[in-house]
């Protein structure tokens, strides 16, 4: 009895036109840009984040790795670098816990989640300049929104904040003056622009 309700309820909700999602009504469009259009069809200030970055493979110990540079405030010095190793295994990361500890003392923060599924420890440090250096070690072969496997990331956030800081007054510098404030009243123009079309 129960299956030919369940398979009465699919086909109810299969051939409902209200539920249909034919490719005439699907959004393709929002803000002024339009999905499987060339990014040169569009007119920009800067293709450019405030950090480049470039991949690196071939890394004795690591499967790759992103390497992440300035461009405004000290352009190509180094800010961040993360890389993952070859072996992404639960074990590995403990054995590799472990030497991290004794190397550096005990980490400062747990940054992990509190499930358990991404596993995250770190240190911070300040150099001989006075930056603050940030290391991070994590494990996570279950959140599809982290990084998978084992990764460890060091980084200098204070110069990433500089970086995007002078980028931000390039940008200012550069674009038109604009009033962005909230409108009381829409235009039906403004208001095609701002749904998916």
Same mark, same amino acid.
């Given at each position: ?33 339009? @999905? ?22 071939? !890394? ?25 190793? @070859? ?29 358990? !599924? ?80």
């Amino acid at each position: 009895m129960h299956i030919k309700l369940v398979f009465i309820l699919c086909c109810l909700l299969v051939f409902n036109p209200a539920t249909s999602f034919a490719s005439d009504k699907a959004p393709l469009e929002v803000g002024g840009f339009k @999905l499987g259009s060339s990014i040169d069809d569009y007119d920009f200030i800067s293709y450019h984040n405030f950090l480049k970055e470039v991949v690196v493979r071939d !890394i004795d110990g690591f499967r790759k790795g992103t390497i992440y540079y300035g461009i405004c405030d000290r352009p190509g010095e180094l800010v961040k670098i993360k890389l993952k190793y @070859l072996d992404s295994s639960a074990g590995f990361y403990k054995k590799l816990l472990k030497r991290y500890k004794k190397k550096f003392g005990k980490p400062d923060a747990f940054i992990g989640d509190s499930f358990g !599924i991404v596993k995250a420890w770190k240190w911070t440090f300040v150099d001989e300049n006075n930056n603050k250096i940030l290391l991070r070690l994590q494990h996570n072969l279950k959140n599809p929104d982290e990084s998978l496997g084992v990764t460890v990331k060091l980084e200098m956030p204070e110069q990433i904040e500089a970086e995007r800081i002078c980028f931000n007054k390039q940008c200012a510098m550069n674009m038109p003056k604009k009033n962005n404030r909230m409108r009381s009243a829409w235009s039906e123009e403004s208001w095609q622009n701002m749904l998916p079309q």
